[in-house]
């Protein structure tokens, strides 16, 4: 019982640095001057050059399947990084962020089918409560126009792909070495951001010296501290409470976005933030259960 309240206890506090280190990334990115789809291709070609020597030294042979789950977790990390991303052009980082943490819907749809894990009534009253409050925060956006309607449709797309991607790291993570799981998945997102780079023309150069900062440090913090925590807390709790654990970075990106963007934020925010909040805790209370095999 001990062990299993402290493997819980590990796991709630690698969310909450997650979550933190995380919530920097759509700042970081309006920060930089540079193509969207260039800052995420290098934020994942980075980490994979900073992770690679701990995988390297972790690597063990892999069953075929296993190997190409993996992959397939980090194609998915690649398109979730280029809708969301490019979102972040089209709407507010409030709108973008909100939305594109919707996953915990499509998790909660999802996981019995890909992880055997319903999501039972507390799961869908944390769900509930959190979009609850994501419409509070969103809602006003609409009137932006079609850009922003746009903006919020690639960012709802960066959370579907985000769901998936997570749910697969629960259903493979235990089978593999945690730093060759994310060498797997930070390098094959970086191969499917370079084929979309490659398809979109997009310029690799040329950007401002204070842009490759920027990327640096979306690579180091958000990506490797928070994607890679994300990552190790997914093997130990089910992915919805990983997912819903995440809607704490656009409550914490809307303050940043106010503070540096000069960004207002809803007069119904502080609402919408405690519903989220609320469903947060709820989901850290989410039995625990075992992934499903491969």
Known sequence: MNGARQRDTRA???????????????????????????????????????????????????????????MAAGALLGLHFASWISSLSLTSVAS?????????????????????????????AAVALALAGAGLLTGADLQFGPQALLGDGLALAGALTASLYLMLGRRVGVQIPFPQYVSLVYGSGAVALALLVALGGVALSGF????????????????????????????RVPALV?????????????????????????????????????????????????????
């Open 12 to 70: 709630t506090i690698a969310l909450i640095v997650a979550v933190l280190a995380v919530s920097w990334g759509a700042i970081l990115v309006r920060l930089c001057d540079a193509p969207k789809l260039a800052i995420a291709f290098y934020r994942l070609l980075l980490s994979t050059l900073i992770v690679a020597p701990a995988g390297a030294l972790a690597w063990r042979p892999l069953t075929r399947r296993a190997g190409w789950t993996a």
């Open 96 to 124: 973008s962020v909100m939305l594109v943490s919707t996953q915990p819907v499509f998790t909660a749809v999802l996981s019995p089918w890909l992880l055997g894990e319903r999501a039972g009534r507390r799961g869908w």
């Open 208 to 235: 401002p010296a204070a842009s490759w900062l920027w990327i640096a440090l979306i690579a180091v913090g958000p990506n490797v501290l928070g994607h890679s925590l994300l990552n190790w807390s997914v093997r």
């Open 242 to 294: 990983v997912n819903v654990a995440t809607l704490g970075e656009p409550v914490l990106a809307t303050f940043y976005a106010a503070w540096i963007f000069d960004e207002r934020r809803a007069p119904a925010f502080y609402a919408g933030a405690g519903l989220i909040a609320a469903g947060i805790m709820l989901a850290l209370g989410h039995p625990r259960s075992a992934p499903s095999s491969l």
